[in-house]
Nanobody, 115 residues
Framework: QVHLAESGGGLVQAGGSLRLSCAAS????????MGWYRQAPGKQRELVAR???????NYGESVKGRFTISRDNNKNTVYLQMNSLKPEDTAVYYCLETQRGNDYWGQGTQVTVSS
């Protein structure tokens, strides 16, 4: 079993920055994917960014050039640095850890960007 603890959400003005963290605990295998998804009211959950244990990274189109994902394998933690935030980035951000074909989700953290 895997538990994900997210932190770092909050309220920020447009153009500002936030950094999200997600620490995984439990049985963590070395080969995994960690990432962030988000869901705004009335919309489907979408990929923000994900990073593979080997270092490959995927970003959602809307965040490319503004968000940066990174991970610390020693701490089983993934980070999301969000810069140049826009009101349309407002959503609940969920951490996801995938290993051995199983998905584990965090509880979510609210990010609100005011205009």
């Amino acid at each position: 079993q895997v538990h994900l603890a997210e932190s770092g959400g909050g309220l920020v003005q447009a153009g500002g920055s936030l950094r999200l963290s997600c620490a995984a605990s439990g049985t963590i295998f070395p080969l995994n994917i960690m990432g962030w998804y988000r869901q705004a009211p009335g919309k489907q959950r979408e990929l923000v960014a994900r990073i593979f244990s080997g270092g490959s990274i995927n970003y959602g189109e809307s965040v490319k050039g503004r968000f940066t994902i990174s991970r610390d394998n020693n701490k089983n933690t993934v980070y999301l640095q969000m810069n140049s935030l826009k009101p349309e980035d407002t959503a609940v951000y969920y951490c996801l850890e995938t290993q051995r074909g199983n998905d584990y989700w965090g509880q979510g953290t609210q990010v609100t960007v005011s205009s």
